[in-house]
């Protein structure tokens, strides 16, 4: 740098002495600004454009705005009437500052604001206490072509309580879906709550008598807000993460028959990890604890054969959850429906 700056001295340009010694400008300008002395800025108080409007002269406007025969109409309506009577007393935006200085601007009709949706926070402790249910779409034989999945999930078990495929997102179906899966499983009037997001599927007048005659409970998600149904999305994710999903399906019966078998593979052969991997069935069925029990003995054997692998102590006993939340009130950072 010492070398680009005498070199810079004999041929009289910064510029192109740096660039023939190939170093580089930035570091030079940037050290020398280090070494200067910070300058302060202070704030001056802003002097009033020579353009601006007299004390006077806004109050004159102001006074004609607020004329009886002005005093319901815009500014763009005001300017325009005074012009068409050969008067001017400043632009369109002249009148709205002046409205604005004395908190006169704004929206002055009456509109209609919708309150901030409640979160929907719902608890299980055993099954068949709140099940939760979602579509997606599976990819038919060529683009544009879908297939639509729908599955009702226990919240507690994350077992699959009821599922179809069709070719369309209706809510008659998914109507069908809930009431043979309810009564399929037996639940009686006042047990069970069903959370959906706000589709119109979800919000269909049969779904919604079904609900009412069955002495079931509703919950729906917040507007566009998709984690508030985290279990149905985790399960599509699990589900299309399968390693016998295909991707694109040949027609509905190919469709049909992968379902099926996903689901049946997913109730009884999948370990959940934030079930103390039990399968979902194992929960459903209440056969976790004896599993759990069975699991830990093994487990005790072991540690009395090698205490000394065991660099953590004496194994301890698993247990399921004491209960499962959508959207508990101290919420975590995990979240609820990750496999």
């Keep these: 740098m010492h070398a680009a700056r005498e070199l810079a001295a004999e041929i009289g340009n910064t510029h192109r002495a740096f660039d023939a010694m190939g170093a580089a400008r930035s570091t030079h300008y940037r050290k020398r600004a280090l070494k200067s002395p910070v300058l302060v800025q202070i704030a001056l108080p802003r002097s009033a454009p020579s353009r601006a409007l007299a004390a006077p002269e806004r109050q004159a406007i102001l006074d004609v705005l607020h004329e009886p025969r002005f005093v319901d ?7 325009t009437k005074l012009l068409d009577e050969g008067q001017y007393l400043g632009s369109v935006r002249t009148m709205h500052r002046c409205l ?9 009709r009456r509109i209609r ?18 099940w939760t249910w979602d579509i997606t779409k599976l990819p038919g034989p060529i683009k544009g072509i879908f297939f639509a999945l729908y599955v009702v999930l226990d919240l507690y078990s994350r077992f699959v309580v009821g599922w179809t495929l069709a070719r369309r997102e209706l809510g008659s179906i998914a109507t069908v879906l809930l009431r043979d899966s309810i009564e399929k499983h037996g639940i009686p009037p006042g047990q069970l709550t069903v959370h959906s ?12 008598y079904l609900y009412a005659n069955l002495g079931i409970a509703t919950s729906l998600s917040r507007p566009r807000v998709s984690n508030d149904n985290p279990f149905s999305e985790s399960h599509f994710r699990t589900a299309k993460d399968d390693p016998e999903y295909p991707g694109r399906f040949g027609s509905l019966e190919h469709a049909w028959s992968w379902a099926a078998s996903f689901l049946h593979r997913y109730n009884t052969e999948h370990h959940h990890s934030n079930l103390a991997m039990l399968t979902p069935e194992d929960v459903f069925l209440g056969r976790g604890p004896d599993i759990l029990a069975r699991r830990h003995a093994v487990m005790l054997s072991a540690y009395a054969e090698h205490p000394e692998r065991f660099v953590h102590g004496p194994p301890k006993l698993q247990a399921l959850p004491a209960e499962v939340w959508i959207n508990p009130p101290a919420r975590s950072l995990e979240q609820p429906g990750s496999h």
């Design 73 to 79: 109409k815009a500014p763009a309506q005001v300017y």
């Design 197 to 208: 997001d706000r589709g119109t599927q979800m919000k269909a007048k049969p779904l919604l």
């Design 100 to 108: 604005a200085s004395v908190r006169e601007a704004g929206e002055r």
């Design 113 to 130: 604001r919708h309150p901030p949706a409640a979160i929907p926070q719902l608890v299980a402790t055993a099954p068949n206490q709140v």
